[in-house]
């Protein structure tokens, strides 16, 4: 399939400030690819060098095969929307959609066929005469994305669209997006710090750390396989600890943790006894009341310290026997567990093969 946008090696420093470190990757046509990274990783940086706004300390970008080196950006088949999608509020739909085509001197008629086919994509047939003030959030997130359509971009860049709109729209939106960008079929390159949004809408996701991608794969690799304890620990919630390998079978290995814990867990074969790691479970991998006699199944009994009730999003937190690490417990909603309160004791265990672990430095 055919390349729209070749990241090849990037760098961009800042002084002695090395902002993002010899970045590659490749998004095929039509692809939905996500850099997903706490604040302050590197990621609205290096959509600027995409978009043509900061240059490249080094390393090659490239736009459907063309090198961007030195291209202006608004010479660049790319646009870029920001939070703030900056619509102009004295104009109205059609007028805010037709803004680039006019700039480009295209002819009335065209101009008016094109607002009028590129709001019919996006779900807003008819609404080229209302006002900017008289739309919903959502309604001004697609007028900003067809306004940057309607130039027929071979990428669209969305630096965190959707971080100014309240939770349940943008519950609501990360799938209006994602539906809106297989009906268009244009690539979109979305940079977010919220792991929901990127998990949810992605063909593929760069996990971003310190100027680096940590790991690029697909949301459920990532959250299934992490590569690194940053991806672990950064996407989707996961029980930590640190623990001392004490011998290894195939891909299982023994651990001891600090409190004289043993636990068995999918690792590198390279782990040798002795080696410091940090070891991962997720909430959800966690059994409540596990039958007996599974193997390689780890088992311990835990203090119930507090229930947090959110719907389908309930957890437990408990403690192994009188302290130790905290742990976070999903509430399965396929079982009943209103006999549950602070304080109870109860049996947990998890499969080792849905734990993990990685050699700490």
Same mark, same amino acid.
């Given at each position: 399939?055919?390349?729209?946008?070749?990241?090849?090696? $990037?760098?961009?420093?800042?002084?002695?400030?090395?902002?993002?470190?010899?970045?590659?990757?490749?998004? *095929?046509?039509?692809?939905?690819?996500?850099?997903?990274?706490?604040?302050?990783?590197? =990621? %609205?940086?290096?959509?600027?060098?995409?978009?043509?706004?900061?240059?490249?300390?080094?390393?090659?970008?490239?736009?459907?095969?063309?090198?961007?080196?030195?291209?202006?950006?608004?010479?660049?088949?790319?646009?870029?929307?920001?939070?703030? &999608?900056?619509?102009?509020?004295?104009?109205?739909?059609?007028?805010?959609?037709? !803004?680039?085509?006019?700039?480009?001197?295209? =002819? =009335?008629?065209?101009?008016?066929?094109?607002?009028?086919?590129?709001?019919?994509?996006?779900?807003?047939?008819?609404?080229?005469?209302?006002?900017?003030?008289?739309?919903?959030?959502?309604?001004?997130?697609?007028?900003?994305?067809?306004?940057?359509?309607?130039?027929?971009?071979?990428?669209?860049?969305?630096?965190?669209?959707?971080?100014?709109?309240? &939770?349940?729209?943008?519950?609501?939106?990360?799938? *209006?997006?994602?539906?809106?960008?297989?009906?268009?079929?244009?690539?979109?390159?979305?940079?977010?710090?919220?792991?929901?949004?990127?998990? $949810?809408?992605?063909?593929?996701?760069?996990?971003?750390?310190?100027?680096?991608?940590?790991?690029?794969?697909?949301?459920?690799?990532?959250?299934?396989?992490?590569?690194?304890?940053? $991806?672990?620990?950064?996407?989707?919630?996961?029980?930590?600890? =640190?623990?001392?390998?004490?011998?290894?079978? *195939?891909?299982?290995?023994? &651990?001891?943790?600090?409190?004289?814990?043993?636990? %068995?867990?999918?690792?590198?074969?390279?782990?040798?006894?002795?080696?410091?790691?940090? !070891?991962?479970?997720?909430? *959800?991998?966690?059994?409540?009341?596990?039958?007996?006699?599974?193997?390689?199944?780890?088992?311990?009994?835990? %203090?119930?310290?507090?229930?947090?009730?959110?719907?389908?999003?309930?957890?437990?937190?408990?403690?192994?026997?009188?302290?130790?690490?905290?742990?976070?417990?999903?509430?399965?909603?396929?079982?009943?567990?209103?006999?549950?309160?602070?304080?109870?004791?109860?049996?947990?265990?998890?499969?080792?093969?849905?734990?993990?672990?990685?050699?700490?430095?």
């Amino acid at each position: 399939m055919a390349v729209d946008l070749s990241v090849e090696k $990037v760098t961009k420093t800042f002084g002695d400030f090395t902002a993002v470190s010899d970045v590659s990757f490749a998004v *095929e046509k039509g692809r939905f690819f996500s850099i997903l990274g706490p604040s302050g990783c590197g =990621k %609205t940086t290096l959509l600027r060098m995409i978009a043509g706004f900061i240059e490249p300390t080094g390393g090659r970008i490239l736009i459907r095969g063309s090198d961007m080196a030195g291209r202006a950006p608004n010479r660049r088949p790319v646009n870029l929307i920001f939070q703030h &999608l900056a619509l102009f509020p004295m104009m109205n739909v059609a007028g805010n959609i037709a !803004f680039g085509l006019e700039r480009r001197k295209e =002819k =009335k008629p065209d101009i008016d066929r094109k607002v009028a086919e590129i709001l019919e994509r996006v779900g807003l047939p008819g609404f080229g005469s209302k006002k900017i003030d008289q739309l919903s959030g959502g309604q001004k997130q697609r007028v900003a994305i067809a306004r940057c359509l309607v130039l027929d971009p071979a990428v669209l860049l969305l630096d965190e669209p959707l971080g100014a709109l309240d &939770l349940k729209l943008r519950e609501q939106m990360k799938v *209006e997006l994602k539906k809106l960008q297989v009906q268009v079929g244009t690539t979109f390159i979305y940079i977010t710090h919220d792991q929901s949004e990127a998990l $949810v809408m992605s063909d593929h996701v760069a996990v971003m750390n310190n100027g680096r991608f940590e790991q690029v794969d697909t949301p459920r690799n990532l959250y299934a396989h992490p590569k690194t304890p940053f $991806v672990a620990r950064f996407v989707g919630d996961n029980n930590a600890w =640190k623990g001392t390998v004490r011998d290894q079978q *195939e891909d299982l290995c023994r &651990l001891e943790t600090a409190d004289g814990q043993m636990f %068995t867990a999918a690792g590198a074969p390279d782990l040798a006894p002795g080696a410091t790691v940090a !070891f991962f479970i997720r909430p *959800e991998a966690i059994i409540i009341a596990p039958e007996a006699g599974v193997q390689h199944f780890n088992r311990l009994t835990v %203090t119930i310290r507090s229930i947090l009730f959110d719907g389908a999003n309930s957890r437990l937190l408990a403690t192994p026997g009188d302290g130790g690490e905290e742990l976070m417990i999903a509430l399965p909603q396929n079982r009943q567990y209103d006999h549950l309160a602070v304080g109870d004791r109860i049996d947990i265990g998890w499969n080792a093969r849905s734990a993990s672990c990685f050699k700490v430095s």
